[in-house]
């Protein structure tokens, strides 16, 4: 398991490359990281240490230049069931700042997932519900499977969305729509999540699919991936949108992947940007 610093963190400046864990599986295949909740026994819910490690091995992901898309999914049955509230402290004989402390950890995952520049899909393949809801909202994209469900139900247990869910749902799918879910706690069905656009599609093996997708998104050049994952920001202004637009775009044109791209469009054939994927 990776260690802890005093503040929480995982140290920025230790070996990512060669931990181990204990609550989370870390493999790349063919250029995609697919992170793995593997807590099965509880349907992935988490701990502190499971959250440590979440954070470190999408740190890790977004820093191996051999990965071009991760995947996140849960093992067994679950996705993530939220907290795992037996192994949890009783937060009555704790000061706020303890809680606040923990609490920060979680959103500092959600935060990772929604401002990693290496895209992200979330393979639901099992019940998402709580804070596990949000580490699926955080994602770029998210498959479902057939027997899911997503359910931002902190109201039921008398909670607030304090990991991201307020501010990531509406943002996704629309206030109005965002606060039926928020307010009842109701379940978002596989059927609901694809017709309200929250996942690109529901299938029987949401790995499956979402590796299908990492890997099409692989394909793509990697520059004008990572710069588009940037660009797509709606508290931005339109200023600030083509400020950035401008920029990002000569990054791409001077790219090599680009001039291949165009190169084999116009000579209708597949790109070959000359790649090695390591496994």
């Known amino acids: 398991m990776a260690d802890d610093t005093a503040d929480g963190e995982i140290d920025e400046g230790s070996d990512v490359g060669a931990r181990d864990y204990d609550d989370v599986r870390y493999a790349v295949s063919e250029g995609v990281a697919t ?10 819910a988490f701990t502190r240490t499971t959250v440590l490690e979440l954070n470190d091995a999408v740190r890790r992901a977004e820093r191996d230049d051999g990965v071009y898309a991760m995947v996140l999914t849960g093992a067994g049955d679950g996705f993530c069931a939220g907290a795992d509230t037996t192994e949890m402290p009783d937060w009555d ?20 997932l929604r401002t990693a520049a290496t895209p992200s899909v979330a393979a639901v393949n099992g019940p998402a519900i709580g804070a596990g809801c949000d580490f699926a909202l955080a994602c770029d994209l998210r498959t479902i499977a057939d027997d899911a469900v997503m359910r931002e139900g902190f ?3 008398g909670l607030v969305p304090g990991d991201g869910g307020g501010w990531l749902l509406p943002r996704l799918i629309g206030e109005s729509k965002a606060r ?8 978002i069905t596989p059927e609901d999540a694809v017709d309200i656009g929250l996942a690109v599609e529901r299938a029987e093996d949401a790995l499956a699919a979402a590796t299908a997708l990492a890997e099409e998104i692989r394909d793509k050049p990697r520059t004008a991936v990572q710069h588009t994952n940037r660009l797509i920001d709606p ?5 600030e949108y083509c400020r950035k637009a401008t920029e990002y775009q000569w990054d791409c044109v001077v790219d090599p992947e680009h001039e291949e791209a165009v190169a084999a469009f116009n000579e209708k054939r597949e790109p070959d940007y000359g790649r090695s994927y390591d496994e």
């Open 35 to 44: 992170v793995t909740i593997d807590r099965p026994d509880v349907y992935n």
């Open 93 to 112: 004989d704790q000061y706020p700042e303890e809680y606040g402390a923990f609490l920060w950890l979680i959103q500092q995952l959600v935060w990772r």
């Open 155 to 157: 109201v039921n247990v």
């Open 180 to 187: 039926e879910y928020l307010l009842t706690g109701r379940d």
């Open 235 to 239: 508290q931005q202004s339109f200023d």
